[in-house]
């Protein structure tokens, strides 16, 4: 594909759409609509379907119709809009229905600055619905990295029957950059059975971790329910029958680590200094790290691209005899919750905000030169 | 019809392991069921065409029964489920059943966009006026004055009318039944499933468990009896005075009207839009 200056949200767009995404449905809302407003356009030229839902209970909600349908679908939102999506993800996680769904962050709580960046969904990401649940989630900082994570947030989602979260920001989102997409990139097909109706448990597959979900009308009479069920979808209050399912989903996402992990580092091997960052934040973060590598200082660098499950070990690792790791994200501390738990409170140095306005390189060089 | 084979409810249900049901004895949920799979056997539509989908509550157990594709969903939002299916999948029959909570508090706001939409979905919405499975609690039917279990001196609120609000927001068929007329239910159901575009049925029913007990109604029987007695058919209705119609509950096909139906519109919209992509190469080609 040719060289082009691009938004991040059509980036999105189009990298569902590469990724085979043929069903979107959403609510408009500032800083997420240009993702709409383009498949609302593109979807039906390819044969696929758009649809404005009344609110985002019910964008999601249709999302996972579609799914059981066997489209492969999309919807997009910013903060407000992700908190009433949460009881619907809930449901996906439950039932197991591959998804993606995309919040393009802007400054909460509430309505909170609707045309300003933020980072401060990412523990809703992980815990906003109510319960215990395997999530992933990704988070781009580029207009090509958005394309890109686009394209495996929909492989996620099908390999392991789970919805997937595209964490973006604001200034991700609405950013243009320069980019030259690939034509062909890696996409994953859902899992179809090969056993006949009769044999087919859609919550059991002969000891896999995903069994595949075969699509509604297509030959397969199941049950698909929000309570804890069966291995065949029926309702459970069985302990012998829901144990098995949450280690299974657990398992699901635990045992694929290494291919769900996705981080980018550099210079961590003898550094003093280590900066984690993710997302918009993460731009003035590879700054800062040249400003101080400038001066001499140490500095590994870490750009998170999957955000959760939390990448703890090749955190671990990367901080490994540094001094002092700097968090730097558009929240008061969330991901650094994380890297806390996982290097010691003491190690860590936050550099929050939530006001609206981007971090800059200078405040994070002033972080990494403080001690 | 001598001649047809006999009507088998045991096609349509998974009979193995999922009996009995978990509805009380006497409640009108299994006579809804039944009205449905007898309309579906005389269709003559394949289990595996069918759809059923859900929300929450006493209602929200029907799925698990019938042997179609089934789907038990969030409260409320049986129908948004739904949207998204019969977008993904024109082809098939998809029934949404929901209870008068379900559909009409919790579930409002999408009730009104499908039937707006007119999305082809059958809608049956099982009017109980209480929320059963928590235990008695003020629906949006409840009868104003009514006792419920949150309304200990009565209920204040006027009751929501089903079927105008489905006619007002657009819907291409809208009907009346009640579970004591059965054989009226089976083909008002009939009706709407073979309509083309949203199609509601109020399926008028009772909860002698918790309603009846609290406002001292009696039996299911004697619910049942009330049903029968205050029931008018549709012909019937238009020789009766508003006062003469004061507390019944008029039965029969309420709206009919053609109104293209959604999924269908939007083929037509994806073939419009290839047809322009293509236009529009050849355009840049030349």
Redesign the interface.
């Known amino acids: 594909m040719a060289v082009q200056l691009m938004q991040g949200n059509l980036a999105c767009a189009e990298g569902a759409l590469a990724a085979g995404c043929r069903f979107f449905a959403g609510y408009p809302i500032t800083p997420s609509s240009e993702i709409a407003e383009h498949l609302a356009r593109r979807l039906p030229e390819l044969g696929g379907k758009f649809i404005q839902m009344e609110d985002e209970l019910a964008s999601l909600a249709a999302v996972i119709g579609a799914s059981v349908g066997g489209l492969k679908a999309m919807t997009a939102t910013s903060g407000p809009g992700f908190s009433l999506m949460q009881e619907n993800i809930g449901y996906a996680a439950m039932a197991e229905i591959p998804c993606v769904l995309v919040d393009v962050q802007r400054t909460g709580p509430s309505t909170g600055l609707a045309t300003s960046p933020a980072q401060g969904d990412v523990m809703q990401a992980r815990w906003g619905t109510h319960g215990d649940h395997p999530i992933i989630v990704l988070s781009p900082s580029t207009v090509r990295e958005t394309f890109d994570l686009t394209v495996k947030a929909f492989n996620f989602a099908e390999l392991y029957r789970t919805p997937v979260i595209l964490l973006m920001d604001e200034v991700v989102g609405h950013m243009r950059e320069k980019v030259e997409l690939p034509t062909n990139p890696e996409v994953v097909q859902r899992l179809a059975t090969d056993v006949p109706p009769e044999w087919y448990y859609p919550y059991e597959d002969g000891g896999a971790d995903v069994p595949p979900l075969a699509p509604f009308g297509t030959g397969f009479r199941y049950h698909i329910t929000g309570l804890f069920h069966d291995r065949a979808g029926f309702p459970t209050e069985r302990t012998d029958e829901i144990d098995p399912w949450i280690e299974r989903v657990t398992a699901k996402i635990e045992r694929n680590l290494q291919h769900i992990l996705l981080y980018q580092q550099d210079e961590v091997e003898g550094a003093r200094t280590l900066v984690i960052s993710y997302g918009a934040t993460a731009r003035s973060a590879r700054h800062a790290v040249g400003l101080a590598r400038a001066r001499r200082h140490k500095v590994g660098f870490m750009k998170l691209q999957t955000l959760w499950p939390f990448p703890i070990d090749a955190v671990a690792e990367a901080a490994q005899g540094v001094r002092m790791v700097v968090v730097p994200e558009m929240n008061l501390g969330q991901l650094a919750l994380e890297v806390e738990r996982v290097v010691g409170r003491h190690k860590v140095r936050r550099v929050g905000r939530a006001n609206g306005q981007m971090i800059t390189p200078d405040e994070i060089l002033a972080a990494i030169e403080e001690h | 019809m001598a001649t047809a084979e006999r009507f088998d409810p045991y096609v349509y249900l998974r009979t193995k ?2 009996f009995p049901a978990v509805w009380c004895a006497g409640c009108g949920n299994g006579i809804v069921l039944g009205a449905l799979i007898r309309a579906i056997d005389r269709i003559g539509w394949q ?3 069918i ?1 059923l ?1 859900s929300g929450i509550g006493c209602s929200g157990r029907m ?2 029964y019938v ?8 409260h ?2 049986a129908l ?10 024109p ?2 029959h998809v029934i949404v059943v929901m209870g008068d909570g379900d559909a009409l508090a919790i579930g409002g ?2 009730f ?2 499908a039937a707006r939409r007119n999305i082809g979905v059958t809608a049956i919405v099982i009017n109980n006026s209480i929320y059963g499975m928590t235990g008695g609690q003020t629906s949006p039917t409840t009868p104003e004055g009514a006792l419920s279990t949150t309304a200990p001196y009565g209920n204040m609120e006027p009751p929501l009318p089903i079927a105008q609000l489905a006619e007002a927001a657009g819907a291409a068929l809208v009907a009346r039944g009640t579970v004591y007329h059965a054989r009226e239910l089976d083909q008002l159901i009939e009706r709407a499933l073979l309509k083309e575009g949203f199609a509601l049925v109020e399926a008028v029913s009772y909860c002698h468990t918790t309603f009846g007990r609290l406002n001292k109604m009696g039996t299911a029987v004697e619910m049942m009896q009330a049903l029968k007695d205050n029931a008018v058919t549709v012909e019937a209705a238009r020789g009766m005075t508003a006062a003469q119609l004061q507390g019944k509950i008029v039965r029969g096909v309420l709206v009919d009207r053609d109104i293209p139906e959604y999924a269908a519109r ?1 083929q037509r ?2 073939e ?3 047809a322009s ?1 293509l236009g529009a190469l050849g355009h840049n080609e030349r």
């Open positions: 392991k999922k289990r595996d065409e759809a989908i799925p698990v042997d179609f594709n089934t789907m038990h969903t969030t409320g939002r948004a489920f739904a949207t998204g299916l019969k977008l993904a999948r082809d098939m706001n999408h009104i966009h939007y919209l994806i419009a839009a290839q992509r």
